[in-house]
């Protein structure tokens, strides 16, 4: 096994690597005073059946101290090493971790190097480590909102908070978006801090990120936000519920959950009328009917458009958060039959609904086409974001 670690000295420091070569008759290294510190790593890899015998090491340069053994244990147990990232610590026999000297100097050290230094010292064990480092998926919190909020409101793995602060070197308050009132170009400015912070945290994570989503804006907002997370990858979004002052989870485990065609419209109604070149497509599932003034907007504004009316006769502004996800998936599917029929120039999308769904709904839609999403401001509409800018986000 290959592995390399920073080594620092009053002289310097530079990254050492080293192979290892496993079940050898006897421990070895290149570096005789090496030896007694391969004995505790080779008990351990025994005890988890990943040894039978020795370990011979061989290191292309001297240094001094134990520093190594984390990162060579650790080369043997976890599938995929995050590739910007240095490993330093020591390790007993019974796998209990040990923090090591200098550690500022082998994080600047790391840094020169392009990657950071993470120092998983919080943890107690090697299995706490590689249990974080193995997982299929890993669920972090992100919350987008206009009002002050605490992570601790709607998500409880405090343990993930500490291993991303203390081995990826990303702090908690990064994972708040605060966005105030929006307006003008700060529609775009959140839609690109929000897609640069999952992309940061997916790349960071290896591909394994499960998002934790708390929106707390306009529902335009989290339209564009579902499109931007992309149908990739897994989530959680939160609904709060007023009456319990608690948060609902609507989890997303495969996106497949929203985006198949559907047989049978059992949660909506849909209606399709006026004639045009462009398809106005509205979710109505609020209190406030905007159908009226959405007709008077596109007639307005000289838009000829077919409107889709997504709806429903009863539940409307009071819907069980565990509906969602079925509406979510018939007003996609709803969608994709009408675009299937006739080509539309251009898509607009207005919204009456709770954020969950469309959010949910963005995810289910996805990138692809020319759109324009508009958002209710005061008593008009006005266009805020275009599925060219999210899909330019998405492929940056």
């Known amino acids: 096994m290959e592995f390399e670690f920073p080594a620092v000295s009053d002289g310097g420091g530079r990254i050492v690597k080293a192979l290892a070569v496993p079940n050898t008759s006897e421990n070895y290294s290149n570096i005789r005073e090496q030896k007694r510190h391969i004995k505790p790593v080779t008990d351990y890899l025994r005890s988890r059946g990943v040894l039978s015998e020795g370990l011979s090491v061989f290191f292309d340069s001297g240094f001094v ?10 080369s043997f147990l976890v599938k995929k090493l995050p590739s910007d990232l240095c490993w330093t610590g020591g390790v007993r026999k ?3 971790l040990a923090k090591v000297d200098s550690l500022e100097k082998k994080a600047q050290l790391c840094q020169m190097e392009g990657k950071r230094l993470a120092m998983p010292f919080h943890l107690r064990s090697v299995d706490e480590l590689t249990d974080w480092l193995n997982a299929e998926l890993v669920d972090i919190p992100l919350a987008v909102s206009k009002d002050p909020i605490k992570l601790e409101e709607f998500f409880e793995k405090r343990e993930n908070l500490l291993n991303l602060w203390h081995i990826h070197r990303i702090d908690p308050s ?3 978006l605060h966005t105030g009132r929006l307006e003008g170009e700060l529609w775009k400015e959140t839609a690109r801090r929000f897609s640069q912070l999952v992309k940061r945290l997916d790349y960071t994570l290896e591909r394994r990120l499960r998002a934790h989503l708390v929106i707390n804006g306009p529902v335009s907002l989290a339209f564009a936000l579902g499109v931007l997370y992309g149908h990739t990858r897994p989530s959680a979004v939160y609904h709060y519920l007023r009456g319990d002052k608690r948060y609902y989870a609507v989890e997303l485990f495969n996106t497949r959950e929203v985006k198949e065609a559907v047989g049978e419209y059992r949660h909506i ?3 399709l009328e006026g004639d045009g070149e462009e398809l106005a497509v509205v979710l109505y599932f609020g209190h406030h009917n ?3 003034d959405i007709k008077a907007f596109l007639a307005d504004r000289g838009i000829g458009a077919e409107v889709l009316l997504l709806w429903m006769e009863e539940g409307r502004g009071n819907i069980d958060p565990a509906d969602f996800k079925p509406i ?3 007003c996609a599917s709803a969608v994709q039959e009408v675009k299937g029929k006739k080509h539309h120039r251009r898509l607009h999308f207005f919204f009456s609904c709770p ?16 759109g324009v999403i508009y958002n209710f401001e005061g008593n008009t509409y006005e ?7 999210l899909r330019g986000l998405i492929e940056d």
């Open 290 to 292: 905007p159908v009226a």
């Open 328 to 330: 979510a998936k018939e």
């Open 174 to 176: 990064e994972l708040i």
């Open 269 to 271: 109604r849909q209606d």
């Open 94 to 96: 019974d796998g209990r």
């Open 383 to 389: 266009p805020v974001l275009e599925l060219e800018f």
């Open 355 to 370: 954020v969950v769904i469309a959010y949910l709904f963005g995810v289910a839609f996805g990138h692809f086409g020319s």
């Open 65 to 74: 101290g134990n520093s190594f053994q984390l990162a060579m244990v650790l």
